[in-house]
């Protein structure tokens, strides 16, 4: 079976190895080299779901809970699993509260386990939840290195628009580019900011509770740091607003009082795109699997949803055999 995967973010790549795996002859196509352009190259890359049942709902937990052992399968040695530290400062205790009581899969930490866990942040904060089951991943690595698996099992990328005619299926994973064409989809806006320091160290996603916006850090290699997240409902596509940057920014400081001297390398803002319930979707329109609205959970979901919309893809060429052989008989 020929396949056209439309889209190379996160989406399109976890389809495009999960059609591979399944014997399937696999093009990707996508107009813009590079990833830069896609909401996946500004991902923080945190398998969490316990974490995110915080603002999420039940499915999200359920159809990501094994997103590292997918993604281990996928590309071994690429995920950490090192678990979330949830904190907040000693004011905002209630909130950590609050959190605990809408998550589960956490052992309450005491200053003196926070410092064993991280030992950057001794001494900083009372109390902490820790995840011990979460795991993260570097997106931007993920995304290349994913990519040239791919090449290397026989999957072909063009950036040129490909005749669709000669596909006997199409699965769609342009995210925001569909907007205009998929009822009920939306933009929410995520900005985020790249530090680097060499005078702290992290082991794990931190994410602190903060009075405006909760924000988490993820640390990266060589000293850099991932902070975000805004979740803003506008479809805006420019440049990190200067409210955000300094949430952002206060945000880190609060965390650690040494991010006041780390050098801001890197801001991006980009457009995420989301259904009503902020859950993903695919979905089937005659010979095409659109498969869409990943919000703010594409590493954590992708794997489990490209494996739902590679069954609808073998699903219809099951039936369509089954049909031909029923008219030979």
Same mark, same amino acid.
């Given at each position: 079976m020929r396949v056209l995967v439309k889209g190379a973010g996160v989406a399109g790549l976890a389809v495009a190895h999960e059609l591979r795996a399944r014997g399937a002859d696999?093009?990707?196509?996508?107009?813009?080299? +590079? *990833?830069?352009?896609?909401? &996946?190259?500004?991902? +923080?890359?945190?398998?969490?779901?316990?974490?995110?049942r915080e603002s999420?709902?039940?499915?999200? !937990?359920a159809r990501g809970i094994d997103a590292a052992e997918r993604w281990d399968a996928i590309l071994p040695g690429e995920v950490r699993r090192n678990g979330t530290l949830v904190v907040a400062p000693a004011r905002e205790y209630g909130e950590l509260k609050r959190f605990a009581g809408r998550t589960s899969g956490y052992e309450w930490l005491d200053e003196e386990r926070i410092a064993?866990?991280?030992?950057?942040?001794?001494?900083?904060?009372?109390?902490?939840?820790? *995840?011990? #089951?979460?795991?993260?991943? @570097?997106?931007? #690595?993920?995304?290349?290195?994913?990519?040239?698996?791919?090449?290397?099992?026989?999957? =072909?990328?063009t950036g040129e628009p490909a005749d669709e005619r000669s596909f006997d299926e199409v699965v769609d994973c342009t995210g925001i580019a569909r907007m205009r064409q998929t009822g009920g989809l939306r933009g929410v806006r995520g900005e985020m900011l790249y530090l680097e320091t060499a005078e702290i160290e992290l082991a794990r996603p931190v994410r602190l509770l903060h009075p405006r916006i909760p924000v988490y850090v993820v640390p990266r290699r @060589? /000293?850099?740091?991932?902070v975000g997240a805004t979740?803003?409902?506008?479809? *805006?596509? /420019?440049?990190?607003?200067?409210?955000?940057?300094?949430?952002? !920014?206060?945000? =880190?400081?609060?965390?650690?009082?040494? *991010? $006041? @001297?780390?050098?801001?390398?890197?801001?991006?803002? +980009?457009?995420?795109? $989301?259904?009503?319930?902020?859950?993903?979707?695919?979905?089937?329109? /005659? %010979?095409?699997?659109?498969? %869409? /609205?990943?919000?703010?959970?594409?590493f954590l979901l992708a794997p489990a949803l490209a494996a739902e919309a590679a069954d609808l893809v073998f699903s219809s060429? &099951?039936?369509?055999?089954?049909?031909?052989g029923r008219d030979a008989r």
């Open positions: 696999v093009a990707v196509a996508d107009p813009r080299p +590079g *990833f830069r352009h896609a909401a &996946s190259w500004l991902a +923080g890359g945190m398998l969490a779901p316990w974490c995110e999420a709902g039940e499915a999200v !937990l064993l866990l991280e030992p950057a942040l001794a001494g900083r904060f009372r109390h902490a939840l820790f *995840f011990p #089951r979460e795991a993260h991943l @570097d997106p931007r #690595r993920v995304l290349a290195s994913l990519r040239t698996k791919l090449a290397a099992e026989g999957v =072909a990328f @060589d /000293g850099r740091f991932m979740m803003i409902e506008t479809e *805006f596509e /420019g440049p990190i607003a200067v409210r955000s940057l300094m949430e952002l !920014l206060n945000a =880190a400081y609060a965390l650690h009082p040494a *991010f $006041a @001297d780390a050098v801001v390398i890197e801001t991006g803002a +980009g457009i995420r795109p $989301a259904f009503p319930d902020n859950f993903p979707r695919a979905t089937r329109d /005659g %010979n095409v699997v659109s498969l %869409n /609205g990943f919000y703010r959970h594409g060429n &099951s039936t369509a055999l089954n049909s031909i």
